[in-house]
């Protein structure tokens, strides 16, 4: 029961950016709610990729950012590597929910 | 450091009872704003929230399944239990436990390593 929706798949060459979006409504991101991205690499559980819109935790190369506007988020990868094929999702929360936390539809990253 | 792992039965039967076992370690969840959460993701879609206790001993179930959702913790052993009743060949899925962190403002971080639950007779 996805309520953010992201595009199925993205891809680029190395050292290209890639963006992926997440549209929202307004009873989750545009409620004001923050978004966190997630990387799920193949065979093995999430980790956080950005916390509260634009926040990278230590040890997550600059070269990820994310941005919020109204009510989508977007993740930009910026000099594409071969090592950021994966799966990305996008989370937030919603009002309409009891304030549940809601994920994305997640977006497979291809690095031709 | 802080770690998660979850534990349980690989296979459980239709209409039986699944329970998931959660152990953790680097936090406490009597301490301010901890809380855990579990997710699942069956194989080859994305990733649903499930539930979630906090410090407090509160509880929340995502909306579509909170009347076969209980959440509970034994704060001593540092574990978080779920159980969820009638299971179905749908509910087949890695079921991940998290600290989660939001009332901090950081999501979910970090994960276990998510346990694969098969529902078949």
């Known amino acids: 029961q996805s309520v953010l929706t992201q595009p199925p798949s993205v891809s680029g060459a190395p050292g290209q950016r890639v963006t992926i979006s997440c549209t929202g409504s307004?009873?989750?991101?545009?409620?004001?709610?923050?978004v966190h991205w997630y990387q799920q690499l193949p065979g093995t559980a999430p980790k956080l990729l950005i916390y509260v819109n634009s926040n990278r935790p230590s040890g997550v190369p600059d070269r990820f950012s994310g941005s919020k506007s109204g009510t989508s988020a977007s993740l930009v990868i910026t000099g594409l590597q071969a090592e950021d094929e994966a799966d990305y999702y996008c989370q937030s929360y919603d009002s309409s929910l009891s304030d549940s936390r809601v994920f994305g539809t997640g977006t497979k990253v291809t690095v031709l | 450091q802080v770690t998660l792992r979850e534990s349980g039965p690989a296979l459980v039967k239709p209409t039986q009872t699944l329970t998931l076992t959660c152990t953790f370690s680097?936090?406490?969840?009597?301490?301010?704003?901890?809380?855990v959460s579990w997710i699942r993701q069956p194989p080859g879609k994305a990733l649903e929230w499930l539930a979630r206790?906090?410090?407090?001993?509160?509880?929340y179930y995502s909306t579509s399944l909170k009347t076969r959702l209980t959440i509970s913790k034994d704060t001593s052993k540092n574990q978080v239990v779920l159980t969820m009743t009638n299971m179905d060949p749908v509910d087949t899925a890695t079921y991940y436990c998290?600290?989660?962190?939001?009332?901090?403002?950081?999501?979910?971080?970090?994960w276990g390593q998510g346990t694969l639950v098969t529902v078949s007779s």
């Open positions: 307004s009873s989750n991101i545009g409620a004001g709610y923050e």
């Open positions: 998290a600290r989660d962190d939001t009332v901090r403002g950081r999501g979910f971080d970090p």
């Open positions: 206790i906090d410090w407090e001993d509160d509880k």
């Open positions: 680097g936090f406490s969840l009597s301490t301010s704003a901890m809380c």
